[in-house]
């Protein structure tokens, strides 16, 4: 599947299933994007379009050395769907991945 060359500096290795309104997953900290998929991506996907994805430094995305912080994390989302070009999706994290600020205060949705 594809890795984004993102504006945020990173290369971020997603997967996309499916058509209809998108939403994004967003894994827990240390998580890659397939924990998703067998639970909930593939269901999604007969009526959604379902994007996963590994987070920076995690599984096949860039593993950039300093601070992670959410708010770069999040960044990296608003960017992967900026180079989707979809201009809207729904998104469910778990744990670190639901506190994703820039998505939260409207950077992006």
């Known amino acids: 599947m594809p890795i984004a060359k993102l504006s945020t500096g990173i290369n971020l290795y ?5 058509r209809g309104e998108a939403i994004v997953f967003i894994p827990g900290t240390g998580f890659a994007g397939n924990v998703w998929i067998e639970s909930q991506a593939e269901e999604l996907a007969r ?6 994805h590994d987070p920076r430094g995690c599984g096949r995305s860039t593993h950039a050395k300093g601070v992670y912080t ?15 070009g979809l201009p809207h999706a729904h998104v469910i994290g778990h744990s670190m991945g639901g506190t994703h600020r820039p998505i939260h205060r409207g950077a992006w949705l």
């Open 14 to 18: 997603y997967e996309s299933y499916g």
């Open 47 to 52: 009526s959604h379009q379902v994007i996963v």
């Open 70 to 84: 959410i708010d770069v994390m999040g960044n990296d989302v608003v960017a992967l769907l900026e180079h989707l």
